[in-house]
């Protein structure tokens, strides 16, 4: 089995709010912010940006990495084991659109501190490492 390399990208608002999408597929009905697998030749940040286009239809400026998430929980779960880089980048000030409704049913901005319940492991991780100003979680 080989390890899955991704980026999970948090994106704020100028309220400190984070974007989330509710999975529709593959993980629903969990919460998570957007992301997924780099492709070969790819950077984190060029990964980060089509991920987010492709998803929400956003265009984000300058994502910056800021930690790495070992998602040993999901492996646990579902015997897939999944290494996360993960991402900070502003709201462009757009709507976020579905553009992919078949992976995910709805947005929603929320507070970092009070995340809705079910939650993606590496989201949730994401997202504490950016509030704690961590690279990594060792728990």
């Known amino acids: 089995m080989s390890v899955i390399v991704g980026v999970g990208v948090v994106i704020v608002n100028e309220d400190g709010q984070v974007l989330l ?7 629903a009905p969990y ?4 992301g997924g697998h780099v492709d070969a030749g790819e950077t984190f940040e060029q990964c980060a940006i089509r991920e ?17 998430c070992n998602n040993l929980q999901t492996y646990q779960q ?8 993960c ?3 502003k709201h462009p ?27 993606f492991e590496a989201s949730r991780n994401a997202i504490k490492m ?3 100003n961590k690279f990594y979680l060792t728990e």
């Open 21 to 27: 999408g509710k999975r529709s597929s593959k993980h």
């Open 31 to 34: 919460w998570s912010i957007f």
């Open 52 to 68: 987010i286009a492709e998803e929400t239809g956003l265009t984000i400026q300058s994502p910056k990495v800021y930690g790495i």
């Open 78 to 85: 579902e015997g897939k084991h999944t290494i996360s880089v």
């Open 87 to 89: 991402l900070l980048a």
């Open 93 to 119: 000030g757009d709507e976020p659109k579905l553009m992919e409704p078949e992976k995910c049913e709805q947005f929603m901005w929320c507070d970092p501190d009070n995340l809705p319940e079910p939650h």
């Open 130 to 132: 950016w509030q704690e």
